[in-house]
Nanobody
Framework: QVQLVESGGGLVQPGGSLRLSCTAS????????MGWYRQAPGNQRELVAT???????NYADSVKGRFTIARDNAKKTVYLQMNSLTPEDTAVYYC????????????WGKGTLVTVSS
């Protein structure tokens, strides 16, 4: 079982920035694809960004050019730098860890709330 602990959420004004962090409890961190997802009230959970074990990144169109995902394998931590935030970015942000080879696994953090409001 992999534990994921997110931090960094909060209230920010439109146009502002936040950095989310997610630390994993597994010694196999380097072999996981890490991702950030978000869920706004009344909406389904959606992909924000992912980063593979070799550093390949993928972003939702809605955040391209504004958000950056990065990982620090030594710290077993994945980050999401969010710039130029808008009220539409308001959501609970969830960290995800996925490993497609043995031992397979797909794990979620409990989420951190990001509120963009003036």
């Amino acid at each position: 079982q992999v534990q994921l602990v997110e931090s960094g959420g909060g209230l920010v004004q439109p146009g502002g920035s936040l950095r989310l962090s997610c630390t994993a409890s597994t010694s196999l961190f380097t072999t996981y694809t890490m991702g950030w997802y978000r869920q706004a009230p009344g909406n389904q959970r959606e992909l924000v960004a992912t980063i593979t074990s070799v550093g390949t990144t993928n972003y939702a169109d809605s955040v391209k050019g504004r958000f950056t995902i990065a990982r620090d394998n030594a710290k077993k931590t994945v980050y999401l730098q969010m710039n130029s935030l808008t009220p539409e970015d308001t959501a609970v942000y969830y960290c995800n860890a996925e490993r497609s080879v043995y031992p397979r696994g797909n794990y979620w953090g409990k989420g951190t709330l990001v509120t963009v409001s003036s």
